[in-house]
């Protein structure tokens, strides 16, 4: 097992980029573990381009406020969360805001698009908790698991889970088979046992198909996201806000991204009525 904490600036700490883990976890690429206070003006989200990849954005604790014009508005919180493939390109940053609670605090995934999905049209949902399945302790974020499928539409050969496991409680998470890359990621708690892990840190696993269990500590529930999936047999080539699996496939996504943000400049002020600059896309 590789073990890390990443690297922790302000209210937000990388555990994972295109490049370092990410060419090890392919399709999973980035992950990062916010806490932030979305009404402090500094914390709040930029808008900003992707290309080639998804998004997944999931709340551990408190709340986030969503707003589209596409898809209205709601609220995300434990459990819930947001799905966006950027595909072709798209403008966002802007559809999640402040919610009831002072602070937020959750993990935001990107995962790579194989070359099918990598040009496709953006497609985004915000599911509330409530409507995400669950399988024992775990919350089903993308994928299928025990029987129990997210809404996502997400691409096969993904799993991507929630849990939520009481004090000194036990729990084995199988992997599908064919996926074979597999990792864990700290909320709050710990895990004790051979897969150790405190809060805020990544844990790897052996390469394998093999099935893990995970014992939280005996003083509090252990709070953690967990992956695998079919390993992405692309190389990775990077733009800033980009993944696609070519150099060409890269030009053409951050192509598109130029031309969308001319006509979001073009479009000028297209605020909501709550306050946010929604996701700009075709």
Do not use: C
Request: charged fraction near 20%; proline fraction near 6%; hydrophobic fraction near 40%.
């Amino acid at each position: 097992m590789l073990r890390t904490r990443g690297d922790t600036h302000g209210q937000v700490t990388r555990l994972m980029s295109p490049s370092d883990l990410g060419h090890m976890l392919k399709p999973f690429v980035f992950l990062d573990l916010f806490d932030i206070d979305l009404r402090d003006r500094a914390s709040q989200f930029s808008i900003h381009p992707h290309s080639g990849l998804a998004t997944i954005t999931i709340v551990t604790d408190g709340d986030l406020r969503f707003d589209d014009p596409t898809d209205g508005t709601g609220h995300i919180g434990f459990g819930g969360f947001e799905w966006m493939r950027a595909g072709a390109g798209v403008w966002h940053g802007k559809e999640l805001s402040a919610g009831t609670s002072q602070r937020a605090k959750g993990f935001q995934l990107w995962l790579a698009l194989g070359r099918e999905l990598e040009h496709e049209a953006v497609d985004s949902q915000y599911v509330e908790a409530k409507n995400v399945p669950t399988a024992g302790p775990a919350r089903v974020i993308l994928g299928s698991y025990e029987g129990q499928s997210s809404p996502a539409r997400s691409p096969a050969g993904v799993t991507y889970l929630l849990v939520s496991l009481p004090a000194s409680a036990r729990w084995t998470f199988s992997p599908a088979a064919g996926q074979r890359v597999a990792w864990l990621a700290m909320a709050s708690g710990e895990l004790v046992g051979p897969a150790r892990a405190g809060a805020g840190e990544l844990v790897i696993f052996e390469a394998g198909e093999q099935a893990v269990t995970l014992q939280a500590g005996p003083d509090a529930p252990a709070v953690f996201v967990i992956g695998s999936a079919v390993e992405h047999p692309f190389e990775l080539h990077l733009g800033n806000y980009s993944v696609h699996t070519s150099e060409q496939s890269l030009d053409k996504g951050e192509a598109n991204i130029e031309r969308l943000r001319k006509l979001l400049v073009a479009a000028g002020d297209r605020h909501t009525p709550g306050g946010t600059v929604p996701v700009f896309k075709e």
